[in-house]
């Protein structure tokens, strides 16, 4: 079971185990078991687009991920073993390489082949100032600006049902001074500014579902995105959660920092969604290098010393993100190394489809000390046992029932 700084997220429900004529079945033995997390363990789901969805046309296709070493069955046995919550790749610029040639049909069966297995979709991101299609770069402004509009409507109300989550705009600290590159998006930002784009973002996804929970989600953990998140509450504007990447490439930042960097996004009182976590298995990037992107090398191999660091590192980062009441979200940055981000041995698989001491040393704990395997229980004398677990959905004998925050009591009827 977790330890003590695990509570915030466990419940205790007295289950009063009823029969086929509705009366409680005591000295009864009973198997308790956990089926899902309520909690959102996720994981990139960009390989899939292809192992499902087939492939790209007219060269559209997610910008990262592309495993070639597995085929489906294996990937998702690995994926879904583990996770239960999938972000599938919308950048602009391979989503729709020419004007209305979109890559909508692959993303639509790729996201339904994941809900029809339980896994909850995001989609990552609806406004974003990289990976754009470079035939915007003609277009005034205001053209931009209303195309724009017109995808984040188009996309959040079009997968309506089977994605309702979205990192709203991505990286909107530096979106107006972006210098790595001319881009459509950033001289919009720059023209109408941030606060002005995160409003479009948010209205015109909420305006095309209401129903939808939106990210803001950022790489700056520096004071300059309290600053954004500030004038943004202050301007009115809704959010759901705030979202924090966490690419570690130089080395963990230790649970010091995790935990000082927590408290300051928690102050705002919204859920922290941890959207993009990472921690390299081979050699550490340069600490001189302050763009990630700027480090991009031939080969970077995996090794067994850097596995090793990798596994007890990624302990330590969920238990540490896991203790923090405000985290309601973690989402790993890519299951395996082939077709990784940055080409960095930052997967939990290698390249070659084997698993990772980082791998196990995760299942341990999201399907180890964080679950409740099948277990016999023996009812009392007024049919009931207590069942004591991280929130989410269980069975009883195989009949369903959920263990929530607030819930101390049920009753499930079950076939003899």
């Not at 709203?168 to 950033?186: K, L, Q, R, Y």
């Not at 002005?196 to 300059?224: G, I, K």
């Not at 890519?334 to 997967?347: E, F, I």
């Not at 196990?360 to 207590?386: C, F, H, N, Y």
Request: aromatic fraction near 8%; proline fraction near 7%; hydrophobic fraction near 40%.
């Amino acid at each position: 079971m977790p330890d003590d700084s695990m509570q915030h997220r466990i419940g205790e429900v007295t289950l009063t185990v009823l029969g086929p004529d509705r009366r409680p079945l005591t000295d009864r033995v009973v198997t308790v078991a956990q089926q899902r997390h309520a909690f959102p363990f996720g994981n990139i789901g960009f390989d899939f687009v292809s192992l499902v969805g087939g492939p790209p046309p007219d060269a559209a296709g997610p910008a990262f991920g592309g495993a070639t070493a597995l085929n489906l069955d294996r990937l998702g046995d690995l994926w879904l073993n583990l996770f239960n919550t999938a972000t599938l790749p919308f950048y602009w610029g391979p989503y729709e390489p020419r004007p209305g040639t979109t890559d909508i049909e692959r993303l639509t069966r790729t996201a339904r082949w994941l809900a029809d297995r339980g896994v909850t979709v995001k989609g990552h991101p609806l406004v974003w100032h990289t990976v754009q299609p470079p035939w915007l770069l003609d277009l005034d402004l205001d053209e931009v600006e209303r195309l724009q509009r017109n995808r984040i409507r188009e996309l959040v109300g079009g997968f309506a049902g089977v994605i309702d989550v979205w990192d709203a705009i991505n990286e909107a600290v530096i979106m107006p001074v972006f210098a790595n590159g001319d881009n459509a998006i950033t001289r919009l930002a720059r023209s109408r500014g941030r606060i002005a784009m995160v409003r479009m973002a948010f209205e015109e996804a909420r305006a095309a579902h209401p129903a939808v929970t939106l990210v803001l989600n950022d790489f700056d953990l520096s004071s300059a995105y309290e600053c954004l998140i500030e004038g943004v509450l202050e301007a009115g504007i809704r959010i759901d959660a705030i979202g924090l990447q966490t690419h570690m490439h130089q080395g963990y930042r230790g649970e010091e920092y995790m935990r000082g960097m927590l408290d300051r996004f928690a102050r705002y009182g919204l859920p922290l969604h941890l959207t993009e976590s990472t921690l390299v298995s081979g050699h550490l990037m340069p600490p001189e290098i302050v763009d990630l992107n700027d480090y991009q090398i031939p080969d970077w191999p995996t090794t067994p010393e850097g596995e090793a660091r990798q596994a007890d590192e990624i302990v330590r980062h969920y238990r540490s993100l896991m203790a923090h009441p405000a985290v309601a979200s973690i989402n790993y940055w890519g299951l395996t190394d082939d077709g990784a981000w940055l080409g960095a041995p930052v997967g939990l698989v290698r390249a070659d489809g084997s698993r990772k001491p980082s791998y196990d040393a995760l299942k341990d704990l999201i399907k180890g000390q964080w679950w409740l395997p099948p277990t016999e229980m023996r009812t009392g004398s007024d049919g009931t046992v207590v069942v004591r677990g991280l929130y989410g959905d269980y069975t009883v004998s195989r009949t369903p029932f959920t263990v929530r925050p607030g819930q101390t009591a049920a009753s499930v009827q079950i076939a003899e």
